[in-house]
């Protein structure tokens, strides 16, 4: 089966960064992907790593190390409207590449 | 990014009715539709998978004659909650992929059995 392991919340200021850690545990890696989900709202697509190294979109950067099973989400100059849950991902060709999801980082920016 | 319409986004209904719900991909064609079920503070829930023009696979623990998935073309994937009861009371997001492309997400569909 798969697993995915992040923080269940983290808090921090305006303009500040924040780092969300994913690790995983599945049997055919495929790729991991980010998804950012507003109170009420659908997950929208944030990010796609299928290699290892950061992939840069903005204020967001996501990481990815296959060997070390590990990937990280960066958030910078962060602002109030980023208050959101983040969920990483991963997509398992042994599982038809379903995507199964974290327990979601739930982050509070503060003034 | 490719766009996925849910609908409806509210229903509110009686115990014992059933429920449809209908999602579509509006500018790709989704060969893999997925249900998801999120309950409140917690992450997605697959409930099941489908191909268009197959049957679904749903997932271990979701009950395939009370969560009904029919997806009939590639565009169009519904899900009935037969006989809901207050414990189906639940967000009820759908997915939609074409290929092994990107998955994006429906609006979702917030179901409150009375």
């Known amino acids: 089966g798969q697993s995915l392991e992040q923080p269940s919340e983290v808090t921090a200021v305006e303009g500040a960064i924040v780092q969300i850690n994913c690790t995983y545990q599945?049997?055919?890696?495929?790729?991991l992907s980010w998804y950012q989900q507003h109170d009420g709202g659908a997950p929208t697509f944030l990010s796609y790593?299928?290699?290892?190294g950061l992939e840069e979109t903005g204020r967001f950067s996501s990481f990815l190390s296959r060997s070390d099973s590990y990937g990280y989400l960066l958030l910078q100059e962060l602002q109030m409207k980023d208050s959101a849950s983040y969920f990483c991902?991963?997509?398992?060709?042994?599982?038809?590449?379903?995507?199964?999801f974290g327990g979601g980082t739930r982050v509070l920016v503060k003034p | 990014g490719a766009v996925v319409s849910q609908h409806p986004s509210r229903v509110i209904c009686k115990s014992g009715t059933s429920v449809k719900i209908e999602c579509r991909s509006l500018?790709?064609?989704?060969?893999?539709m997925f249900w998801y079920r999120q309950f409140p503070k917690q992450s997605l829930m697959l409930m099941a998978t489908?191909?268009?023009?197959?049957?679904?696979?749903?997932e271990q623990g979701v009950e395939k004659d009370k969560f009904l998935i029919n997806h009939a073309s590639l565009t169009l994937s519904t899900l009935t909650v037969t006989s809901a009861h207050p414990e189906d009371s639940s967000f009820y997001i759908c997915?939609?992929?074409?290929?092994?492309?990107?998955?994006?997400f429906g609006p979702g569909t917030r179901l409150l059995v009375l």
């Open positions: 790593n299928a290699l290892d």
């Open positions: 489908s191909n268009e023009g197959s049957k679904a696979t749903y």
């Open positions: 599945t049997s055919g890696f495929y790729g």
């Open positions: 500018d790709f064609q989704a060969t893999t």
């Open positions: 997915s939609a992929r074409e290929g092994q492309e990107t998955q994006y």
């Open positions: 991902a991963v997509r398992d060709e042994a599982a038809g590449n379903k995507l199964t």
